[in-house]
């Protein structure tokens, strides 16, 4: 059984804030991950793709990823009401992707 | 371009009875998954395909079936339906490494 724990909730911070999400996976033969949004009875969508050791970059996300820790976060700066949603970090395995369990967070305006 | 596909959005199915759920996808990509999700839970990967003709189970496989007979098309088969499988069930298609694309989900209450 493939795993992905991701750091519990629910996650409030104030508008303006950053908001730090964490993930946890624990097949080192992963090749790629990802962060996926999923507002309320909708569709997951992909906010962050990542695959090699560090940092990436996209507006207001960056993604982090440490390979030899076998963890992997995400940072939302400047966060907005807009932003609050559950957050799922996806892991890929050979043919297979796995989820963690998600993080709710909540931006108070 | 439609993406990712799922009919019916929503269905109510009595305990024993069965149905299909269909999934189909426009991009040509040869990677295929349904996934289950649960109230407050994550995704939970019921079977996958890497391509026309080739399936295999994820993680929650019992009490469904699957096929494969084009690159578009992807149905999931609930034999008789149980409570148990009451849930969100979403369909995923992928090309290569690159991310999943989800279809907009299928809510299926077993009463």
């Known amino acids: 059984q493939k795993e992905v724990e991701q750091n519990s909730g629910p996650l409030s911070v104030p508008e303006g804030a950053i908001a730090s999400l964490n993930c946890t996976y624990s097949d080192r033969g992963s090749q790629s991950f990802f962060w996926y949004r999923q507002y309320s009875g909708k569709s997951p969508e992909l906010i962050m793709s990542?695959?090699?050791?560090g940092d990436k970059e996209d507006g207001r996300f960056t993604a982090q990823l440490n390979k030899a820790s076998q963890y992997v976060s995400l940072l939302i700066r400047d966060s907005q009401p807009s932003d609050s949603a559950t957050y799922l970090c996806?892991?890929?395995?050979?043919?297979?992707?796995?989820f963690g369990t998600g993080t709710s967070l909540t931006v108070i305006p | 371009n439609a993406g990712v596909t799922q009919t019916p959005k929503f269905r109510i199915l009595k305990i024993g009875q069965s149905m299909t759920l269909q999934c189909t996808q426009d991009?040509?990509?040869?990677?295929m998954y349904w996934y289950r999700q649960d109230p407050g839970m994550g995704l939970k990967l019921i079977y996958y395909s890497v391509g026309a003709g080739i399936t295999d189970k994820g993680e929650v496989p019992n009490g469904y079936n699957v096929s494969r007979s084009t690159t578009e098309d992807f149905p999931l088969r609930l034999e008789l339906a149980a409570p148990s499988q009451t849930s969100v069930y979403f369909c995923?298609?992928?090309?290569?490494?690159?991310?999943?694309?989800f279809g907009e989900g299928s809510r299926l209450t077993v009463l």
């Open positions: 990542i695959y090699s050791n």
């Open positions: 995923a298609s992928r090309q290569g490494t690159g991310e999943l694309f």
């Open positions: 991009m040509n990509h040869n990677y």
């Open positions: 996806a892991v890929n395995t050979g043919n297979q992707f796995y």
